[in-house]
């Protein structure tokens, strides 16, 4: 099956809610992430995002220039706690209360479940599960301050697709649906929406470089209900959305993205 069309950027929807907005994106060098950070700049938000990637968010800083507000790439590994909070704090410095954090990073590294030892372990919940959370702590203060706000979690289908040698990965983004609606709760009186974003196989550079195959290709054309693969902006357009004041009463859901593979 081939792919019948591209996402065209220039077709996207338009949020005047979004305009002038501070946001921040982990993990947004890249991918899923960087796809995300140039739809939120192509609305006039402010975007900062955090990576290790200098390389990558160099080139996206690059050429995302001319944009009404360039983004403001910071430093950081977000498994340390410490680093996570000074990217939120030097996002906050440059662009004023955060209103739109979207908890992006992750790695989905293939693994043996029955030769992962503790470490190995602790380091998948380190960059997979843990930094949404303490995201989340330490932007709440400026959603309070300013009345509202919204907070998109980027789970993944891969829990729900049952799928190979992902375990720890798969877990930690199933516990994704958990604190999203935990969080939703929270935070429902303060006018913070909580939701999440479910991709299925979406076909980043990383994807196409060390996961897709022949075998690969196959199941996407056997179990994908719609023709064509999943792109990063397709994912960008529903966290766009749910960032939005078009989502205003929805809140404790999650989006599946995925062509109708679940």
């Known amino acids: 099956m081939s792919e019948t069309s591209e996402f065209d950027p220039a077709m996207a929807a338009r949020y005047p809610s979004l305009l002038g907005v501070p946001v921040f994106v982990t993990g947004g060098a890249t991918g899923i992430g ?7 700049a192509a609305q006039g938000a402010k975007v900062g995002f955090v990576d290790v990637d200098v390389a990558g968010a160099q080139a996206l800083t690059r050429s995302l220039a001319g944009a009404v507000t360039p983004p403001l790439f910071t430093r950081g590994d977000v ?9 939120v704090a030097a996002t906050r410095a440059a ?11 992750a790695n989905d590294q293939r693994h043996d479940f029955a030769s992962m030892d503790v470490a190995q372990f602790d380091a998948t919940v380190a960059v997979n599960l843990r930094p949404a959370f303490f995201a989340a702590q330490a932007v709440v203060p400026d959603m309070k301050r300013r009345g509202r706000g919204a907070i998109v979690n980027i789970g993944s289908a891969s829990w729900l697709m049952k799928s190979a040698d992902l375990t720890a990965y798969a877990t930690c983004k199933s516990a994704m649906s958990g ?5 939703a709760n929270e935070l429902g009186r303060d006018r913070i929406r909580v939701n999440q974003v479910i991709p299925g196989w979406v076909m980043t550079d990383k994807q196409r470089r060390l996961w897709v195959d022949a075998e690969g290709e196959q199941a996407m054309d ?11 902006p397709d994912i960008a357009s529903m966290v766009l959305f749910l960032a939005a004041d078009d989502s205003r009463m929805i809140t404790a859901q999650g989006m599946i993205v995925d062509a109708g593979w679940v």
């Open 34 to 40: 960087a796809d995300i950070v140039r739809a939120f």
């Open 79 to 87: 498994t340390s706690v410490d680093e996570l909070r000074a990217a």
């Open 95 to 105: 662009f004023g209360d955060i209103g739109v954090l979207v908890n992006n990073v």
């Open 179 to 183: 604190l999203t609606r935990m969080l």
């Open 222 to 232: 056997r179990n994908q209900l719609l023709p064509g693969r999943l792109q990063g």
